[in-house]
């Protein structure tokens, strides 16, 4: 393996693997460097979705948003991040499957809304834009480590509420009603992540978070916003620049993403794994219980 810096404070770039073909001792390599930089990219991969479910299988188990909705006998399949109608055709600019997409350009961590969030997402490239539609990542673990002490102590040792319609509601009213974004009840994670590995701490937030235990709903609000302010800012950023093959994965537990905006006349397809957290991750120390 070779490797080359995304940025100066997180992320790598490794080349000379294969994913389709890894095996466990190479993952037991990779799982040591996504451990320390948080963010792995590996480009020119070809991988399929048999590949792809068997790579995030290494990491832990799949998460299946829609298993309460399949068939016994109907098998997982791999969830697309797309504009991309069955037919051929691209979503309107005003649908509420693009409006869904858009609130996938607001800063946030993957399922802090369900009753297990995501360790991982195993994010791969099949169709991408000629302009825009870039992937953002935010370390939450070097904002942590560089955010004034003041500031730190105000979540501390308290916890956000997480709700998967409140960042629908962000975009659109409509869409936040829609009945898939009320299926889990609201969720209370510890506002910090320390990764068992490394002692590591980051900034456990999202979009989905919309209230800090312990501080009445104005003063909450504004500092979830002001907190995902600090450690978006570009000192702590990444943008990924997507081509075919190109395989993207990060922890959730110390990174913040977005997409960012394209011509929604063009097709943009991306295959996405998440992969939930285990206690071996850390999930059990992050239920504060009130």
Not at 242 to 270: F, M, S, Y
Request: glycine share 6%; with cysteine; charged share 20%.
């Amino acid at each position: 393996m070779r490797m080359t810096p995304l940025t100066d404070r997180f992320g790598v770039e490794i080349h000379g693997v294969d994913l389709s073909t890894l095996e466990h001792t190479g993952y037991t390599h990779i799982r040591a460097l996504f451990e320390e930089h948080s963010a792995l990219l590996f480009r020119g991969q070809d991988l399929s979705d048999t590949a792809h479910i068997r790579l995030a299988n290494f990491f832990g188990p799949i998460e299946d948003r829609l298993a309460d909705e399949r068939d016994k006998d109907e098998a997982f399949t791999v969830p697309q991040v797309s504009n991309v109608r069955e037919d051929g055709s691209t979503t309107d600019e005003m649908d509420l499957h693009t409006l869904h997409l858009k609130a996938n350009m607001l800063w946030h961590a993957d399922s802090t809304f369900l009753p297990v969030p995501a360790l991982t997402n195993i994010l791969t490239a099949r169709v991408v834009t000629m302009t825009g539609g870039a992937t953002e990542l935010a370390s939450t673990r070097a904002g942590w480590a560089d955010m004034p002490q003041h500031l730190k102590a105000k979540v501390q040792d308290t916890g956000f509420w997480h709700r998967y319609a409140h960042s629908r509601a962000r975009i659109s009213p409509d869409l936040a009603a829609l009945p898939m974004f009320h299926k889990w009840p609201d969720r209370l994670w510890r506002a910090v992540w320390r990764n068992p590995v490394n002692g590591g701490e980051a900034l456990y937030i999202a979009s989905h978070a919309y209230a800090v235990e312990g501080m009445d709903a104005e003063t909450g609000a504004a500092l979830i916003d002001e907190l995902t302010a600090f450690v978006t800012q570009r000192q702590y950023v990444y943008s990924h620049q997507w081509q075919v093959g190109d395989v993207l994965i990060w922890d959730q537990r110390a990174v913040l993403h977005r997409g960012t905006a394209w011509n929604h006349k063009e097709p943009r397809v991306l295959s996405s794994i998440c992969v939930s957290a285990t206690p071996d991750d850390g999930v059990d120390a992050m239920r504060l219980i009130v």
